[in-house]
């Protein structure tokens, strides 16, 4: 199994979309940026936390597959937001977060901010370690599920090989892609939890 840290997903990048030579970490810039300027980049997600989540939870579209993901220019804009360093007044999409949802999720950031969750992508070495001590090395025999989402320009594995280590890791792996963009849970609720059952159905689990 190929060891779960940036250069991983960075060697797995679709270069017909980003080319090497303009956006050598891709899609995955931003996870770059927090290696290079954590403190900076956790910084500028806290000084507005709501106008942050309510920026970064957006619905997908299909006009954007195939195109370059705005998470592919964070370094060469100097953080998310460029000189502003900080979000820009928005309002929550309405078709993911009803009023007190969206409260409650800004609420749950009071206490520590975004520094405990952005800390995941500086968390390569221990990850490493973490995984080289799996059984079996990492390979999972147990059923397994992935739902795609059709217009996600992170992690979608349509047409390019982000997927090939899950394929190679899982023995029994099924694969379902619903139209949605990255918060697919949230944007697909009915059809996400419908897959859930059709595939537990299916392996009479």
Not at 162 to 170: I, K, L, T, V
Not at 188 to 200: C, E, S, V
Request: hydrophobic residues 35%; glycine residues 6%.
């Amino acid at each position: 199994m190929s060891p779960p840290r940036l250069e991983t997903l960075v060697s797995l990048v679709d270069r017909d979309i980003y080319p090497a030579e303009e956006y050598p970490d891709g899609q995955w810039d931003y996870a770059r940026y927090y290696n290079t300027h954590f403190d900076q980049a956790v910084a500028d997600l806290d000084t507005d936390k709501a106008a942050y989540l309510a920026s970064a939870y957006r619905s997908g579209s299909p006009a954007s597959v195939g195109t370059v993901s705005p998470m592919a220019k964070v370094t060469r804009n100097g953080g998310r937001f460029g000189a502003a360093h900080r979000a820009p007044p928005t309002r929550p999409d309405a078709a993911l977060w009803p009023v007190a949802d969206f409260e409650a999720l800004v609420k749950s950031f009071d206490t520590h901010g975004f520094h405990p969750p952005c800390s995941w992508y500086v968390n390569d070495k221990a990850n490493i370690a973490y995984a080289r001590e799996a059984p079996d090395e990492g390979r999972l025999s147990m059923p397994v599920l992935f739902v795609n989402g059709d217009y996600d320009q992170i992690c979608s594995i349509l047409g390019n090989r982000q997927g090939d280590p899950m394929r190679a890791a899982c023995g029994d792996l099924s694969f379902v892609s619903l139209p949605s963009g990255h918060w697919l849970p949230l944007e697909r609720k009915a059809g996400h939890i419908q897959a859930i059952r059709d595939w537990l159905d299916r392996k009479n689990l």
